[in-house]
C-alpha cells in the first residue's frame, strides 16, 4: 500500500487549459488523470449532487488504498455506458470544472486554478469542439461562473495559474 496517497485537483472555466496542464503534470508524475468531462452526467447533470458524491467515493477509495470503479459518461448516447477502473498509486490528478469544490477540496491535498477570460476561453473551446456548441457553451459559461461564485473555488486555489 502507498504511503499518503495525494490527489491533485485542477479547477477552473472551461477552456483555461486545465486538460493541458493535467498532461503534463501527468507525464512529470507518472501518474493517473481523471477527466472531469468524462464524469459528468451530460450537460445538466454537470453540477450535481451524485459529480460530488462520485468525487468524494473516488478520493476516498484512492486515499485508502483502494480501487475505484468509475463510471464513464458517452457523450453520444448521452449516458454512462463504461467503466474505468482507478488504481491505487502515489498520486491523483482530477481535472474539469468543478474538480476543487467545497466538498472535494477538503479531501484534495493540492488545488490548482488555471484561469481565462471569459470570452478566450470560449473561443478555445468552440475551436476544439465546434462552433455548433456555441449555444450549448453559453449557458454552461453562466452555469460554471454561477457555481464559481457559490463555490469561491478560485479563492481557496494553492496556486493561481493564468493562461493567455
Not at 5 to 17: M, R
Not at 25 to 38: G, R
Not at 110 to 125: A, F, K, P, S, T
Not at 139 to 154: D, L, M, P, V
Request: glycine share 8%.
Amino acid at each position: 500500500m502507498v504511503k499518503d496517497p495525494q490527489v491533485i485537483l485542477i479547477d477552473g472555466p472551461a477552456g483555461a487549459g486545465k486538460t493541458t496542464l493535467s498532461l503534463k503534470m501527468q507525464a512529470e508524475l507518472n501518474c493517473q488523470v481523471v477527466h472531469l468531462d468524462y464524469v459528468y452526467d451530460g450537460w445538466d447533470g454537470a453540477f450535481s449532487k451524485a459529480l460530488t458524491e462520485r468525487l468524494i467515493a473516488l478520493i476516498t477509495a484512492f486515499k485508502s488504498g483502494n480501487n475505484f470503479k468509475l463510471s464513464v459518461f458517452n457523450w453520444e448516447q448521452m449516458n454512462f455506458d463504461s467503466t474505468r477502473v482507478i488504481t491505487a498509486g502515489d498520486t491523483l490528478i482530477i481535472e474539469g470544472v468543478a474538480a476543487g469544490q467545497s466538498a472535494v477540496r477538503a479531501l484534495g491535498d493540492q488545488l490548482y486554478w488555471v484561469e481565462v477570460e471569459d470570452e478566450i476561453g470560449l473561443q478555445r473551446v468552440l475551436a476544439r469542439d465546434g462552433a455548433s456548441f456555441e449555444s450549448v457553451m453559453r449557458r454552461w459559461k453562466e452555469r460554471e461562473a454561477e457555481h464559481f461564485r457559490q463555490e469561491r473555488t478560485r479563492d481557496f486555489a494553492d496556486f493561481i495559474i493564468p493562461t493567455a
